[in-house]
């Protein structure tokens, strides 16, 4: 088995890899990130994206070859 972190993908698997852990941080964390950004002022979608990749790297991945 080969375990590999997020940097170790090539670009395209980050970007498909990116864009299902944003769909899961909003369905998880929507509201609460949302009401967090309208009170500090933030940008929502930055806000998403930046938890997104924080929970890219929470996750191992693991290669049969």
């Not at 864009?19 to 941080?25: D, I, L, P």
């Not at 909003?26 to 609460?32: D, L, N, P, S, V």
Request: hydrophobic share 30%; proline share 0%; charged share 30%.
């Amino acid at each position: 088995m080969v375990y590999l972190n997020y940097n170790n993908l090539d670009n395209e698997t980050q970007q498909r890899l990116l864009s299902m852990s944003k769909k899961e941080v909003e369905k998880r964390f929507g509201e609460q990130l949302r009401n967090y950004a309208e009170t500090q002022y933030l940008d929502y979608d930055e806000l998403v994206e930046q938890e997104a990749i924080r929970n890219l790297y929470t996750y191992e991945y693991v290669f049969n070859i």
